[in-house]
């Protein structure tokens, strides 16, 4: 899982992406989450394969659980500059078809995989979120 994670970071930055003791302190919390699979299948993480599943027999297919553009409410959209399991092009391409939303935002975070909740800049993240959630919104409807 390591290797996987890291493998999407440029060789150079990987050292440092996660800081030290977060990934063992990650699995040990995971795989307590989910005591059967140790027993099932020990050395492994299980994890769902349902957003894989419903992108290959829903979203590409074109038939979408629903349609971006009947969100009406505020979207805040985080991303980060690695992330090899939502690519910029698929994000960006959400983020524009949000053309209802009473307003969106994007906040793209530098030297960041899909796990950047997880990694050194995930502050960057946790900060964004929380500015957003604080925020008053209204409707104008």
């Not at 796990?115 to 104008?140: C, H, S, W």
């Amino acid at each position: 899982m390591k290797e996987r994670w890291l493998s999407a970071a440029p060789g150079h930055k990987r050292s440092d992406l996660i800081p030290e003791g977060w990934f063992e302190q990650w699995v040990e919390a995971t795989l307590a989450s989910d005591p059967g699979s140790q027993t099932a299948h020990p050395g492994y993480i299980r994890a769902t394969n349902g957003p894989i599943l419903d992108i290959r027999e829903y979203w590409t297919a074109g038939k979408a659980f629903y349609d971006p553009r009947a969100i009406t409410v505020p979207v805040l959209l985080v991303h980060a500059e690695w992330d090899i399991d939502v690519p910029l092009e698929l994000a960006q391409h959400f983020f524009t078809s949000l053309t209802g939303a009473a307003y969106r935002r994007w906040v793209e975070i530098g030297e960041g995989t899909h796990m950047v909740m997880l990694e050194k800049n995930r502050l960057q993240a946790f900060q964004a979120i929380r500015g957003f959630l604080d925020e008053a919104y209204a409707p104008t409807k």
